[in-house]
């Protein structure tokens, strides 16, 4: 079973920033495009940041320009950066790893932000 392992969610005032990290078995996260998705309560989860294995990235319109996705090859680990978070950035946070129809998550980390 693959493990994808996070870490570094947290509360956070309006404003301020937090990082992500997600380690991932390195027999998979060479090839794998790697992504961070959230869940808020109530709601469905969404699509926060995609980062292929050549580092393009994709980021969704909500995050443009607040959020950043990197990936560390020598690590197995890619991160998100996330400034100016606002109260509805609430949310589980989940890692995600995917190739063709075959994907694994991550157990979840809690990002809070209020004041």
């Known amino acids: 079973q693959v493990q994808l392992v996070e870490s570094g969610g947290g509360l956070v005032q309006p404003g301020g920033s937090l990082r992500l990290s997600c380690a991932a078995p390195g027999s998979i996260f060479s090839m794998y495009k790697m992504g961070w998705y959230r869940q808020a309560p109530g709601k469905q989860r969404e699509l926060v940041a995609d980062?292929?294995?050549?580092?393009?990235?994709y980021p969704a319109d909500s995050v443009k320009g607040r959020f950043t996705i990197s990936r560390d090859n020598a690590k197995n680990t890619v991160y998100l950066q996330m400034n100016s978070l606002k109260p509805e950035d609430t949310a589980i946070y989940y890692c995600?790893?995917?190739?063709?129809?075959?994907?694994?998550w991550g157990q979840g980390t809690q990002v809070t932000v209020s004041s």
């Open positions: 980062i292929a294995s050549s580092g393009d990235t």
């Open positions: 995600n790893a995917r190739l063709s129809f075959v994907q694994y």
